[in-house]
């Protein structure tokens, strides 16, 4: 009999995470604040079962996991009104793969190993391409054996799989991937904008940096997107001004200067208060264009 668990969160990450679950031959009770992408699912396999309170799917499966936009959405989900707390007992795991505090992914760990429940901080890094592809990276927090019995879920929508540490390492790994993740999105932004504006053809510019020193994985997934002004949103701006903002809150509380993540994090800023908060953080190119009074054209 296939494995039931839980899911809170189908948004752009959690539902292809869901597709993948069900192709690895779990069975899912899901919730969501909206409606829409829950009855997708469930119109797409006989395998969901739709849940209308986080309290409903903790009363049907032992294993939940949630992918929710911040700490106060996880805080709301595991202590609020028909939360999940009061479901949770010997034998619940809860797999937290939002990306929040630290702090926040202790609290949800302690007030569970209080009920003789536990919680993994699972965060994710791969965007929505990874999600689909169900090639995340995936850093986690807990114990071993709550690590052990999880490994197969993760193993449905990740291929870089590491257990760090103790409740809350998960969530300061994943801090750390958000700060070089937005300070590449920068430098590659700044290059981009500075080697078009010199006249040189930016899909050279992608072509020549991807096999030498300077590849990274945001100028081979995102540079051809960034130079054609493509920014559907695969990770919000808003999530990654979130992010950061956590990656400076731990750097402060560890007494570690972070000036470069502080400098990248006014030019997220900047994004959302000039409206384009909503877009994917690869429009943070858009930004440099400004700074340049530039925009870059591709050669038909």
Partial sequence: MAERIGLIGVGIMGKPMARNLLKAGYELVVHNRSRGA????????????????????????????????????????????????????????????????????????????????????????????????????????????????????????????????????????????????????????????????AGVDPNKIIEVLNGGLAASRVLEMRGPTMIQHQFTPGFRVNLHRKDLGIALATGHDNAVPLPVTALVSQFFDTLAATGRGDLDHSSLISLFEDFANFKIETPA
């Fill in 38 to 197: 829950v009855d997708e699912l469930a119109a797409e396999s006989s395998a969901v079962t739709v849940a209308n309170s986080p309290r409903e799917v903790g009363e049907q499966v032992k294993t939940i996991i949630t992918m929710l936009p911040d700490s106060p959405d996880v805080q709301a989900v595991v202590f609020g009104e028909n939360g999940l707390l009061d479901t949770m007992n010997e034998g619940s795991l809860l797999i937290d793969m939002s990306t929040i505090a630290p702090a926040t992914a202790i609290e949800v760990s302690e007030a569970l190993t209080a009920r003789g429940a536990s919680a993994l901080d699972a965060p994710v890094s791969g965007g929505d391409k990874g999600a689909i592809a169900g090639t995340l990276s995936i850093m986690v927090g807990g114990s071993e054996a709550d690590f052990q019995r999880a490994l197969p879920i993760f193993q449905a929508v990740g291929k870089t799989i590491v257990h760090i540490g103790e409740a809350g390492a998960g969530q300061i790994v994943k801090a750390c991937n958000q700060v070089v993740v937005a300070l590449n999105f920068a430098a590659v932004s700044e290059a981009l904008v500075l080697g078009a504006k």
